[in-house]
């Protein structure tokens, strides 16, 4: 049965009590002189009858639904947040959002690790609080360079901003063999600061695709062309922080990475949270993969880049990789 006029005036008025000025159920009924039954059946009225709407407007730094999405696809691999920007917001939204990921993330006594490069710069740029912790290079030096080095640089004002001492780590991250690898880790400065990574609990990384322009070890003066084409034929799609992935994500060419001055796998395996920020769509079949590994915990895109990830595979998941 249609309810009255009257009922619908009461409804409207106990609805609007209820969603517009905030009243609990028993604050609307003793303004309305009822039983606390009798207004929740009136606001239930006010729903049935259509006299209430409820529109959620996204917010403008953040896309909903594709954040859900990618949450939901990379689940299954560890994926634990996933925040999609607007595109139109501008590179620097997408910094700052990945910039406040990592001050969510990092707890007082923490030891965080940064790797190098231009992307995980202009992140540190945009932070502007964290607690007291560790600050620490995940990997040497992109570009082999001295004090002015921009990476140097970013560790610099990450320790700034938590009150520790940074331990700046000046030598390249691929060496051109392995005894020069291995005679390096045990120079005492370089272990001391390396040593930190046994402590590791969040990272911020970058995923970089295995093709020319893209990847920091890809295009390493350390490697000759018939390296490259071997990682190539080896599977190899994705590098990140000097490892490298399949199409699966597994691990693949270890050997190269023998080669660098880089972050253990296995720490970053242990790592609480391992924040990756996406900013290229070019790389997104690379980010896949990098997902896939099961050691990216936080993602930070935008709805460009995101798009092309859920277009990339319309299949189910497979299995992370052991």
């Known amino acids: 049965m249609a309810a009255s006029a009257w009922e619908s005036l009461r409804a409207a008025r106990a609805a609007h009590l209820h969603y517009v000025e905030g009243l609990r159920v028993t604050q609307v009924a003793e303004h309305l002189g009822v039983s606390r039954f009798k207004a929740g059946r009136l606001i239930q009225t006010a729903r049935e009858q259509g ?19 990618l949450l939901e696809r990379y689940a299954p691999h560890g994926l634990t947040r996933a925040l999609v920007v607007p595109a139109q917001a501008g590179r620097a939204a997408l910094n700052r959002a990945a910039a406040e990921a990592v001050e969510e993330a990092t ?35 992109t570009t082999p360079g001295d004090v002015n080095d921009s990476s140097v640089e970013t560790i610099r ?30 120079r005492p400065a370089l272990a001391k600061a390396f040593a930190r990574l046994d402590r590791l609990t969040v990272a911020l990384i970058t995923v970089g695709a295995w093709q020319p322009g893209d ?98 595979r319309d299949t189910a998941p497979t299995e992370p990789p052991d």
Do not use: K, W
């Open 215 to 312: 990847s920091n070890l890809h295009d390493s003066t350390g490697l000759a062309d018939s390296e490259r084409e071997a990682a190539t034929r080896r599977g190899v799609v994705a590098e990140f922080a000097g490892h490298l992935v399949d199409a699966d994500g597994r691990t693949v060419a270890t050997d190269l990475t023998d080669r660098c001055l880089v972050v253990p796998l296995e720490r970053l395996r242990h790592a609480r949270d391992v924040v990756a920020i996406a900013a290229a769509v070019r790389r997104a079949s690379a980010v896949d993969a990098a997902l896939r590994s099961g050691l990216i915990h936080t993602l930070v895109t935008d709805t460009e880049v995101a798009d092309a990830f859920l277009a990339h």
């Open 157 to 186: 004002r990450a320790s700034r901003l938590t009150r520790s001492t940074a331990v700046p780590v000046y030598v390249p991250m691929v060496l051109p063999s392995l005894a020069e690898a291995a005679a390096l880790r045990v």
């Open 51 to 69: 006299l209430v709407h409820i529109e959620i407007t996204p917010p403008p730094l953040a896309d909903p639904t594709r954040s859900a999405a």
């Open 107 to 141: 707890r007082p006594g923490d030891v965080l690790g940064l790797a190098c490069g231009r992307t995980v710069n202009q992140v540190v740029a945009a932070l502007r609080r964290l607690p007291d912790c560790d600050v620490v290079q995940l990997t040497g030096l």
